[in-house]
């Protein structure tokens, strides 16, 4: 199995959501959890291309240890790593990795962050 660099430190955050009468409403971001260790990769200019993306914007997946807490994340929650706030895209659980079956070990999450 490959050693992951889990080299990166990156911290949850999720919107409050008020009742404003009206129905519920989203509110500020705010730390969720503790921050999570993972490891970082950037998505390359030729991927974005591929998938349809023009805009300028940094697109990561960081992969990090499956818990009950990583498992509750979701794509209205994002996260910040070295002072950039990113918007989770996706989140899938790794199922295999150099032929062995996983389950429940890894999950890898997609993010971007516009360019500035």
């Known amino acids: 199995m490959k050693v992951r660099r889990l080299d990166r430190l990156i911290q949850f955050q999720r919107a409050s959501v008020t009742d404003a009468g009206f129905g519920p ?3 500020e971001f705010a730390n969720h959890g ?3 260790w993972a ?5 390359s200019d ?3 291309s591929r998938a349809g993306i023009v805009e300028a914007s940094l697109m990561s997946r960081f992969k990090i240890r499956y818990s009950d807490f990583a498992a509750d994340l979701t794509p209205a929650d994002r996260l910040v ?3 950039v706030t990113m918007n989770i ?3 899938k659980e790794i ?3 150099g032929g062995r079956r996983l389950r429940r070990e890894w ?3 997609s993010a971007t962050a516009r360019a500035s």
Not at 39 to 43: A, F, H, K, N, Q
């Open 25 to 27: 409403v989203e509110g």
């Open 34 to 36: 503790a921050p999570v």
């Open 39 to 43: 490891e970082r990769s950037d998505v």
């Open 46 to 48: 030729g991927e974005k």
């Open 81 to 83: 790593t070295e002072g």
């Open 89 to 91: 895209t996706g989140i």
């Open 95 to 97: 199922t295999e990795t």
């Open 107 to 109: 999950l890898e999450i």
